[in-house]
């Protein structure tokens, strides 16, 4: 017989658990939450720093990806097929970092 598979944690149930811990209100938690979002979403925007640090668990980098010119008689390495390979513009990723102390809970 399987075991059952373990599932992350909702968000009501993650917002119980620190108002449990904490002794504040699931509205005061749910607030705090929505004021993190906000402060990540102002740094990584494009005026913002690009780094957002959550201190202690992860850092969160904004990258720019730069635009790729399209190519003309490109081989395909597995069937050695020629293709002609389409521009890609420019675009942002966001990495996401784990820190020391996240690492040592795992």
Same mark, same amino acid.
């Given at each position: 017989?399987?075991?059952?598979?373990?599932?992350?944690?909702?968000?009501?149930?993650?917002?119980?658990?620190?108002?449990?811990?904490?002794?504040?209100?699931?509205?005061?938690?749910?607030?705090?939450?929505?004021?993190?979002?906000?402060?990540?979403?102002?740094?990584?925007?494009?005026?913002?720093?690009?780094?957002?640090?959550?201190?202690?668990?992860? *850092?969160?980098?904004?990258? %720019? +990806?730069?635009? /790729? #010119?399209? @190519?003309?008689?490109?081989?395909?390495?597995?069937?050695?097929?020629?293709?002609?390979?389409?521009? *890609?513009?420019?675009?942002? %990723? +966001?990495?996401? /970092? #784990?820190? @020391?102390?996240?690492?040592?809970?795992?």
């Amino acid at each position: 017989m399987a075991k059952a598979a373990k599932k992350a944690p909702t968000k009501t149930e993650i917002l119980t658990s620190i108002a449990a811990t904490t002794g504040l209100t699931k509205k005061e938690v749910a607030a705090v939450f929505e004021a993190l979002e906000a402060e990540v979403k102002k740094s990584l925007s494009s005026r913002g720093a690009g780094v957002f640090s959550i201190p202690g668990l992860l *850092k969160i980098e904004r990258k %720019k +990806v730069p635009a /790729r #010119p399209a @190519k003309k008689n490109v081989r395909n390495p597995f069937t050695g097929e020629l293709y002609d390979q389409p521009a *890609k513009p420019a675009y942002s %990723k +966001v990495k996401v /970092r #784990p820190l @020391k102390n996240l690492k040592e809970m795992v």
